[in-house]
């Protein structure tokens, strides 16, 4: 019912103005915003900057200890390849990895984690071709493609004392851990975190927006606007700014305390203005569509929080099947997590900005339609 | 153009010739997908008239309102304002337009004077004379204070000031004293007179029939989209309503009352024969109201 228009940019100011004015206003926001950026600041600081890559294998006897280089044949002489810890037998190697004890011979303070029972026949059975039984005891916290590793090691080591393969089946792929093979250069946990803080930083004021927006709407002060020469394309690409500008503003500030911008500043400026428009646009619609501030809310966190898994996903390499490809946030935090941990450039992440992009503008585009047609049926 | 004849508040005679509508609807139709809002309506004011727009809820006369404000686009007919196509050239007709909206949608996290002052963006007004609407509505001491601080009263008064905030050519009214108390209410009736008699076309609703017959120079009664009738109150009232006087005397000791119709002949035989000899203690007349009027023309009331 209502002609869009061309935007003027007279009027355009005047409502960003407006609405910045508002939100200062907004205590809730006011005080939601400084703390949002203070606590994520905060757990990125807290959290591990580096990987702690080493690992305690207890072994049982303490003889196939000595005999069994497994050390050497699972990684090379660094300080943080696997040390071997003797056990006397099976039941005390079990019980040091169901308790999480530090090793028995107390130099160091990690656990075992890992134990590998040889029986006490295994160099006679390898010898004579024989098939012997090893046992893997491993703690809950072990990731799985950590067993693939220590099976391959145990084969590994009786075709060094035998000279010939054990018939041992590694189990196939299921996951498909997408991105650059990081093997020796693993990123701590507070630089895959950073996607996730960021993308909290523009839910957040992806939320003010919306807020802001829904009460704008239901007091119908946006039709007052609209009885003076303003046009709801105005109106429109007006919230638009606003929210990205709040959002963009939000967690560049939050990238700068993380200190964040070492390299590749813009890919990294231009993955997060893409992340700003995407959650703009996700407040134009959940602000158009919800009622009231509860209302508003509780659709915005609904929509929001299937945009955090390709975040999350970054967490937990491989815990996630490929089809959070296709959210529309996975594109955008790719691109925010190449450019920010990964010191990738523009070529590098033309697939992610090209899919962040196409997304970000559907959304919006989206976004502004229902919130045209909440306006012309206010 | 159309154009309309001047009447007087009696409606008794013209004061001028025909001059240009400020407002001119003509066959004006809207309907909500299958429901018809408005079946063809034609409306028009003159510059400086006070046009009352008076209906029930749901009669069709914030439809219209937005349709004349450029909010709605017409299903049929055709709405210009100061001879301008509403549908063609809406930001111009908006720019000459003041609308005074039923809901307080003001911005309450700003002050009434930033509220003006972002409405003084909108229309493009470089240095608008906020502390001047500011007096003149009665908010001069509470113009910088924050809008949720605001009474009911003050509210409209600051509406009403937003509506003036581009010193329109037509201004439209929707409700603009409801609830308000009488010191308020007046301070808005009394600028409306002042704009009408600086030549703003005035579109008022409202449901109060008091206040149409006060400010109206005409009164329109829209009903389930249609018009029922049109015309300046007096005339509606004389043209519709009965008229009576209600004589009360005193004869034997004992207060007694007639009331004597003026319709019809011999009107005033009856009058002085109802009088005549008697010991007269007070005497009324009763005149229909908008509402009788009304009531009387569509069977309903107007809430």
Known sequence: ?378 | MRAVTETTRTGSAPRTGPRPLALDVRALRFAYGDRIALHGIDVAVAPGEVLGFLGPNGAGKSTTIKVITGQLLPSGGEVRVLGMDVTKRRSEVQARIGVGFEEKNLYASLSGAENLLFFARLFGIGRPDVDGLLARVGLSERGHDRVSGYSKGMRQRLMMARALINDPDVLILDEPTDGLDPTSARTIRDLIRERAANGTAVLLTTHDMWEADELADRVVFLHEGRIYAEGPPEDLKLRHGKRNVRIRFREDGLVREVVVPLDGPDASQRLAQATAGVDLLTVHTEEATLETVFVEMTGRGLT
């Not at chain 1, 955090?308 to 390499?317: E, K, Y």
């Open chain 1, 1 to 378: 019912m209502i002609r869009a228009g061309r935007v003027h940019a007279r009027m355009v100011r005047a409502i960003v103005r407006k609405d910045l004015t508002e939100f200062a206003r907004d205590r809730l926001w006011m005080v939601l915003t400084p703390l949002a950026l203070i606590v994520f600041a905060a757990v990125y600081w807290l959290l591990p900057a580096t990987v702690d890559e080493s690992v305690t294998i207890g072994v049982a006897p303490p003889a196939l200890a000595a005999v069994l280089d497994l050390a050497s044949l699972a990684g090379d002489a660094r300080a943080d390849s696997p040390r071997i810890v003797p056990f006397a037998d099976e039941a005390s190697l079990a019980r040091a990895i169901d308790d999480g004890r530090p090793a028995p011979d107390g130099d160091r303070a990690e656990p075992v984690t890992i134990g590998l029972a040889f029986p006490a026949d295994f160099l006679l059975a390898a010898l004579t071709g024989r098939e012997p039984t090893v046992r893997l005891h491993v703690a809950g916290s072990v990731p799985p493609e950590l067993q693939g590793a220590l099976t391959a090691a145990v084969r590994e080591a009786a075709f060094a004392a035998s000279g010939s393969p054990l018939p041992v089946t590694l189990p196939a792929a299921d996951a498909l851990v997408l991105g650059p093979d990081r093997s020796g250069a693993q990123l701590p946990l507070r630089e895959r975190m950073r996607p996730l803080l960021a993308f909290f930083v523009l839910l957040t004021e992806s939320l003010a927006l919306a807020s802001l927006l829904a009460a704008e709407v239901s007091s119908r002060t946006v039709a007052a606007v609209l009885a003076t020469p303003a046009r709801v394309l105005d109106v429109i690409v007006a919230k638009g700014v606003t929210g990205t500008a709040l959002a963009f503003s939000q967690a560049t500030l939050l990238l700068l305390v993380t200190r964040s911008f070492d390299a590749n500043v813009l890919p990294l400026l231009a993955a997060v203005a893409l992340g700003s428009v995407l959650m703009a646009g996700v407040a134009l619609l959940t602000g158009a569509a919800g009622r009231d501030f509860l209302g508003t809310l509780f659709l915005g966190v609904g929509f929001l929080i299937p945009l955090t898994l390709p975040a999350f996903a970054l967490l937990f390499p491989g815990s996630v099947s490929t089809w959070i490809q296709v959210l529309p946030s996975h594109g955008v935090v790719q691109a925010i997590h190449g450019a920010g941990a990964l010191g990738l450039g523009f070529g590098d992440l033309a697939v992610p900005f090209a899919t962040g992009a196409l997304w970000s503008l559907a959304l919006f585009a989206l976004g502004g339609w229902v919130l045209a047609r909440r306006v012309a049926s206010a």
